[in-house]
């Protein structure tokens, strides 16, 4: 008799736990938003190998799409000529798989964080040779197992031109198509995405415009097309945004965010200053939040995260991903770019990996919706 009372209160208290737990759990991303877009982080080595593991739960609790933050690039992946480094990128795709993770391979073709040996390369001959190879190679190994490949990252100015990278240069302004080709041979079960920053403003979205254009004329397979998305906390070019998610998908191709991110610090090259003097005056300056971020500040965050997602509501059905450049702030590029060893808060957790007021609010705009 006892003992099947003690059970029962045991069951009770257990119960009781259970639904304090469920009613006090964090908000999960991407159970909100499962039927807009996919949900996406970018992930550096140590959380691919799983020893992050603060990062590792919040990265299964909130997200169901991944981009490696360096480890597919040329540098890591072919360090040396046609020799390949596949450890990372291989523990990347497991760890994906194993926690349902969609990967956006990133990225095949880039004039940054290339090899050192394509620094001074200087015959078109190699750099067809190795443009040809590391495509093939790379994209082969992992077709059907990452999702998807931005093909080729940043190639234009600001005015929309091509820039002058060592591929324009070598290969000629058919580059890019070309490289679209090669991947959709080696890899015709993942899909492919042209990716680059500033996008949406009006000159280098119709570069943008020109270059889909192309591609799709030449018979060619392009799947979509990333926004990088880094803006700043109360700026964010909100009008050009929606003009581009309309541009864009009027093309027949996805959009997606791929890079998001809401800067709150200065940006040097705004307050640029002949005044030597001005150096350690500017360096404080420069870093204003090093012990934390005033109110007025995270309002301006969560209010630009607020009107950014409502935005994303609202083209839900041309957007097929959103995905945010770092698991928490402590970990963002951007505390060491474009200035070293600053504090920033662009995204959506805190250095300890609490939610900010940003996450409730955009969590509570997919509820609105
Ligand atoms: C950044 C990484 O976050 C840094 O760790 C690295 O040192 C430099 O590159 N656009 C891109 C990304 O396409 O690959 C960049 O990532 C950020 C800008």
Redesign the pocket.
């Known amino acids: 008799m006892q003992t099947a009372s003690t059970v029962l209160l045991i069951a009770a208290l257990i119960s009781i736990q259970t639904v304090k737990a469920q009613n006090t759990a964090t908000p999960s991303l991407k159970e909100i938003f499962k039927n807009d877009f996919f949900i996406g982080t970018?992930i550096?080595a140590q959380q691919i190998e799983e020893k992050d593991l603060a990062a590792d739960k919040l990265i299964k609790q909130q997200f169901n799409a991944v981009t490696p933050?360096?480890v597919m690039?040329a540098e890591v992946i072919e360090p040396a000529w046609n020799k390949f480094s596949f450890d990372l990128a291989d523990k990347l795709v497991d760890y994906a798989q194993k926690n349902n993770l969609k990967v956006n391979a990133?990225?095949l073709i880039?004039h940054?964080?290339l090899p050192a040996f394509m620094h001074h390369m200087q015959s078109a001959d190699s750099v067809k040779q190795y443009f040809e190879n590391h495509i093939t190679t790379v994209a082969s190994r992992y077709d059907g197992k990452v999702y998807s490949w931005d093909v080729v990252?940043?190639a234009l100015n600001e005015d929309g031109t091509l820039r002058n990278s060592i591929f324009l240069q070598k290969l000629g302004d058919n580059y890019i198509v070309e490289a679209f080709r090669l991947a959709q041979k080696a890899s015709p079960h993942s899909k492919l995405y042209y990716?680059d920053?500033n996008i949406e403003q009006p000159k280098k979205r119709a570069g943008t415009i020109a270059l889909i254009k192309k591609i799709q004329a030449a018979g060619v397979r392009i799947d979509g097309v990333g926004i990088?998305g880094?803006w700043k906390a109360g700026n964010v070019p909100l009008n050009d945004i929606e003009e581009s998610i309309k541009d864009f998908s009027a093309l027949g191709v996805e959009v997606m965010f791929t890079?998001l991110d809401l800067s709150v610090l200065p940006n040097p090259w705004e307050n640029t200053t002949a005044d030597v003097s001005a150096t350690s005056k500017g360096n404080s300056k420069m870093n204003p939040y090093a012990n934390g971020l005033p109110d007025s500040v995270q309002q301006k965050l969560t209010k630009s995260y607020t009107d950014l997602f409502k935005l994303f509501m609202k083209y839900k059905k041309d957007i097929s991903r959103i995905t945010f450049?770092?698991v928490n702030d402590g970990q963002s590029?951007l505390n060491n770019?474009p200035v070293r060893g600053r504090t920033n808060y662009p995204l959506l957790f805190d250095k300890d990996f609490k939610p900010k007021p940003a996450f409730y609010s955009v969590i509570a705009i997919a509820k609105s919706n």
Request: charge should be negative; glycine fraction near 4%.
């Open positions: 970018a550096n933050e360096n690039k990133h990225n880039w940054s964080q990252n940043e990716n920053y990088q880094h890079e450049w770092g590029w770019w």
